[in-house]
């Protein structure tokens, strides 16, 4: 667990165990000293998790790099997210229904591990919609009873 004052992440096993070697390697004392180590080499993955946590290091901030990282989305799954919105809303806005359980569905093939829980739908709709991003699926789905805030 990655501590940053009251905020903390979870990182995988896998990633720690590199955080730790890196961090042996090079007698680094602090994580972000750690992480720039890790990125001057060839570790895709670790890059794109040390910008989703520097950009969530508040998670008032930045909720949906949080929620991401809390759940250990990969990059493709969060392209995978965006691109399943705007397939969402294009639906929408062509007049096609597309029920809050449809989309879940959708959800749960993008992250596997989360089969069955609808609250990872509603927290990613949330969040977007909250943050003025995909406004349509927001306002859509929660008239569609999803619930959201």
Known sequence: MVRIGYNSITLDEDTMNKLKEAQNRGNFKTIPE???????????????????L?????????????????????????????????????????GKKIGHHTFETKIYKIF???????????????????????????KYMKKDGMNLR
Request: with cysteine; glycine share 4%.
């Open 54 to 94: 520097m950009s969530c290091v508040d998670s008032e901030k930045d909720p949906f790099s949080y929620l991401m990282l809390e759940i250990d989305a990969t990059e493709k799954q969060v392209l995978a997210v965006f691109d399943l919105m705007d397939y969402t809303e294009k639906k929408i806005r062509a």
């Open 34 to 52: 750690t992480i720039r180590s890790l990125l001057s080499s060839s570790q895709p993955e670790l890059l794109h998790k040390f910008h989703l």
């Open 112 to 138: 596997p591990k989360h089969h069955g829980d609808y609250h990872l739908a509603e927290s990613i709709v949330g969040i977007l919609g909250e943050q003025g991003r995909w406004v349509e699926v927001y």
